[in-house]
Structure formats: structure tokens, C-alpha cells
């Protein structure tokens, strides 16, 4: 049964400590989204991989997130410092993109809890 | 940038009720999917649509996507309480563009 895996799956941490969440796309699959997720921000996009390769990461304060691919089977995001107000539910999901059809596969998301 | 909103944000309805929820988007769209996120779940793909005026039923669900390729609609008819979440629609702006942005959202809740 293929599944996207994050982890870890619950993060607590002191504001101004770095962050690292990673993700493990579905084998085969080409495209890589984070997404964050808040009440009063619904599901932001923060960025986008194909083929490993960085497409957009225009919704992520650069000054502090930081997206990668090291390989196929792995994607991480990174904050560093972390604030309390990064505190939210990532998200990440995996398609297989042919021509921008893609159906994304999310992954059970990282709940991040900065204090 | 592309937005895409929703309405409504929130809806309550009884049991055996029709629910129905809006997408609008400010660019045309290559394709619109929708997805269901249970509460404390994640996000799980529905179905896509293609076509300009395309129009697709899953059992209770029927799902329209504009002439326009820049509007869509999702119908529940005789809501269940397995029905209950948030629905959402997504699309990405443009033909081999994959920035898959998500709507707003509609919370639907079912009273029994």
C-alpha cells in the first residue's frame, strides 16, 4: 500500500531552535509539495519539486524555511530560527505529474507546536 | 498570484439534506480536482476534471467544472455523517504548470 511517510508526526519545540521535517514521496512519483496548514490560513503552498528540482518556493519566508530533495526517496523542510508563529500542521504529498495533471498524495502531516 | 476561494466557509446541515459548495478561481484553471479532509486527517484526492464543462457523479457526489475552466461545483445529495469535513478544491493555473494551489475550503458538518 503505497503512502507518503513524515515524519516525525508531533514536534514541540522552543522558539529559535531549528526544525527539520521530512518526507518520504511515493516511490515512482515525480512532484513533491509542502503545504502548511492553519485555521486562519488554510493550505498555503510553500513549494514544489519536480524531478527533485526546486520549481517555485515563492510561499516560503526565505529569511528562515529552507526546502530540499538530497534524493528521490527524500524531502526535507527546514526552519531555522523557529518562531511560535510557525506553529501549524505540514503537509507533504507526492503525484506523478504529467502535463500539470497531477493528483497529490498527502502524507499524514507533521504538527509543529513552537512555544 | 492565483487565488482560489470558496463558499461557503462553513456549512451545517441535517441529515438527508442536499449540501453544495462553490470554487472560484482568478485564473483559468488546466484542470480542477477535489479533495476531502476529515477532521484531524489529511487531505484525500476525490476526483479531477478536465474539460470545459465537464460534469462527473460519484454515488451522492456530483462535481461540475465552468465553461470558463475557472469555476467549480461540488453537490452532495442526501447527506451522510460519513459526509462530514472540509472540502477543497485545487487546481494548477496553467497547461505543464503543476503549482497545485487549494481553495479556501468548506466545512461541512451534518446534524443527525
Known amino acids: 500500500d503505497a503512502r507518503v511517510t513524515q515524519t516525525p508526526r508531533d514536534k514541540v519545540t522552543e522558539m529559535g531552535q531549528e526544525v527539520t521535517m521530512r518526507c518520504q514521496p511515493i516511490l515512482g512519483h515525480n512532484t513533491v509539495f509542502w503545504y502548511r496548514q492553519t485555521m486562519m490560513q488554510g493550505l498555503e503552498l510553500l513549494a514544489y519539486f519536480r524531478n527533485r528540482a526546486p520549481l517555485d518556493d515563492s510561499g516560503m519566508p526565505k529569511d528562515r524555511f529552507s526546502a530540499e530533495m538530497p534524493d528521490a526517496t527524500l524531502a526535507t523542510l527546514k526552519i531555522q530560527p523557529s518562531e511560535p508563529r510557525d506553529s501549524a500542521v505540514y503537509f507533504c504529498?507526492?503525484?506523478?505529474?504529467?502535463?500539470?495533471?497531477?493528483?497529490?498524495?498527502f502524507g499524514q502531516g507533521t504538527r509543529l507546536t513552537v512555544v | 498570484g492565483q487565488q482560489v476561494m470558496q463558499i461557503p466557509q462553513y456549512q451545517h446541515v441535517q441529515e438527508g439534506e442536499d449540501f453544495t459548495t462553490y470554487c472560484n478561481s482568478s485564473t483559468t484553471l488546466s484542470n480542477i480536482q477535489w479533495y476531502k479532509q476529515r477532521p484531524g486527517g489529511h487531505p484525500v484526492f476525490l476526483i479531477q476534471?478536465?474539460?470545459?464543462?465537464e460534469v462527473k457523479k460519484q454515488k451522492r457526489l456530483t462535481f461540475q467544472f465552468g465553461e470558463a475552466k475557472k469555476n467549480s461545483s461540488l453537490h452532495i445529495t442526501a447527506t451522510q455523517t460519513t459526509d462530514v469535513g472540509t472540502y477543497f478544491c485545487a487546481g494548477p493555473p496553467g497547461f505543464g504548470n503543476e503549482k497545485l494551489t487549494f481553495g479556501t475550503g468548506t466545512r461541512l458538518t451534518i446534524i443527525p
Open positions: 504529498a507526492s503525484g506523478l505529474s504529467s502535463w500539470g495533471d497531477t493528483e497529490a498524495f
Open positions: 476534471l478536465v474539460k470545459s464543462g
